[in-house]
């Protein structure tokens, strides 16, 4: 008895230690009180040609009722190092809210049972049901593209008397990584190409897409493309080593007071076909699309589409979740006025953050306060231009933070 319990001591306190050097905080509030603090996701295994798709549930957060500045993240091996884009790439990250009840928390804890005790806590717009649900959440443009919110705006959280009784607030990273070393084809493995996956033979018989019908034998690339373990095509005879890594993430924050502004937040995404019940505009996003090659000319790719605000506020940040190929993104008015144009930035290096030929930022827009109001029910048109190549999983995600004031 006595080793055991000895043994159990000394289990939980190298578990401790574990959990000492993982989640690194490092706090460093600055004259302006925000508050920043760096932390280690729990880590997941990657192979040569490997497809990793996760969720990491109740992620280490500022704790409390605070106003988030800025919300930063990149790929790292156990070393702290950080992975370049052509060995492991970075479809995507993706933070969401949820709360969880409290007296179901050890078992949602053990069982990773997301069906009970669990409710999803959705960004302010615009797509159907659960579809692009983040608050934060970019790609392989991550390292290139700032999330600072200016002054004073935040995004309000952990709000007591917003947060049902018995529940707490909590967050949860959704992620898809693709380990392209070794592969053949390091771009279509980065675009889910079908072909290029080791899918189960009867995958088209059994796969549904985002409207719940069979996916069509046409649909040759994207999400669906992309499941948890499956092996993108290797070079012949190709070996290397698994590694283990993780998201390093740094979240920038001030304890909310009277001097913050709270900034709502819309995903709009530009494969959207929005009808309307008469009443109430009924979204339908796809997330991603394909891009045919246009043989006749080189005039670049447009997907667009008219998306109406049932509430407007003024422009506080723009950007774009956008692919390899994007030429620019552009929302407009419905005046037709542009509210903010986002240009892409592409590597020119191998150093991480700066690799050749790979998205590597998308400009963002910070319009003067108060310069650009979008009014309530005002229809915006969102484009997306990417070149004129055969493209599959491309995708075109406008990103805004509106308020509904300029000042406190
Ligand atoms: C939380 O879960 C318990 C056990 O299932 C249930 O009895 C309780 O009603 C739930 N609490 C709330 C606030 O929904
Ligand atoms: C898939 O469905 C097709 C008909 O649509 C059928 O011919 C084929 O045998 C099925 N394949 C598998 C593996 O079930
Ligand atoms: C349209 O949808 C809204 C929200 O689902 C609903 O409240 C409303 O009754 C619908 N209107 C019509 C005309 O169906
Ligand atoms: C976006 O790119 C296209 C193609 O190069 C160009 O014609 C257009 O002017 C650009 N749009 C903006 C708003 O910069």
């Not at 409710?119 to 302010?124: K, L, P, T």
């Not at 967050?171 to 084809?185: C, E, H, Y």
């Not at 070996?239 to 998201?247: A, H, I, Q, V, W």
């Not at 959207?272 to 019940?277: A, F, G, I, L, P």
Request: net charge neutral; hydrophobic share 35%; proline share 5%.
């Amino acid at each position: 008895m006595r080793t055991i319990s000895r043994g159990a001591i000394i289990l939980f306190s190298i578990m401790m230690l574990l959990f000492d050097t993982t989640h690194s905080i490092v706090l460093e509030p600055d004259e302006n009180h925000i508050k920043s603090a760096t932390f280690l996701s729990e880590n997941f295994e990657v192979g040569p040609g490997k497809i990793v798709v996760k969720t990491l549930l109740d992620i280490d957060f500022p704790r409390g009722h605070i106003g988030v500045k800025s919300f930063d993240v990149e790929v790292v091996d156990e070393d702290g190092n950080s992975i370049p884009l052509y060995e492991t790439y970075l479809h995507h990250w993706f933070a969401v809210k949820y709360i969880e009840n409290i007296t179901m928390s050890p078992y949602i804890k053990q069982s990773h049972d997301l069906r009970n005790g669990i409710e999803f806590e959705r960004n302010d717009g615009a797509c159907q049901g659960f579809l692009l649900p983040h608050y934060w959440g970019l790609g392989a443009e991550s390292r290139g593209t700032s999330s600072n919110l200016p002054d004073p705006f935040a995004v309000e959280l952990g709000n007591p008397t917003k947060i049902k009784h018995g529940f707490k607030e909590k967050w949860l990273f959704s992620i898809m990584v693709i380990d392209t070393r070794g592969t053949q084809d390091r771009k279509g493995c980065t675009e889910c190409r079908c072909k290029l996956m080791n899918l189960p033979n009867d995958f088209y018989n059994v796969t549904t897409g985002i409207n719940g019908q069979l996916l069509p034998r046409s649909y040759k690339g994207g999400l669906f493309c992309c499941q948890d373990n499956v092996q993108c095509k290797l070079k012949n005879g190709f070996r290397g080593p698994t590694r283990k890594l993780s998201l390093r993430y740094k979240i920038k924050w001030v304890d909310w007071d009277e001097n913050q502004v709270p900034l709502k937040f819309y995903i709009l995404d530009s494969t959207d076909r929005v009808r309307s019940n008469g009443s109430t505009p009924i979204h339908d996003c796809q997330a991603e699309y394909t891009i045919p090659r246009n043989h006749y000319n080189d005039i670049p790719h447009i997907k667009k589409a008219n998306i109406p605000m049932t509430k407007g506020g003024y422009l506080v940040y723009g950007t774009a979740h956008m692919h390899t190929g994007v030429v620019n993104v552009t929302l407009y008015g419905q005046d037709g006025r542009v509210l903010c144009t986002s240009n892409p930035k592409y590597g020119t290096g191998k150093e991480a953050g700066n690799e050749k030929g790979y998205l590597v930022g998308m400009s963002v827009c910070y319009p003067k306060p108060g310069s650009i109001k979008i009014e309530d029910g005002e229809i915006l048109t969102l484009e997306s231009v990417y070149e004129n190549k055969f493209r599959t999983g491309a995708m075109g995600h406008f990103y805004i933070y509106l308020a509904e004031q300029i000042s406190i």
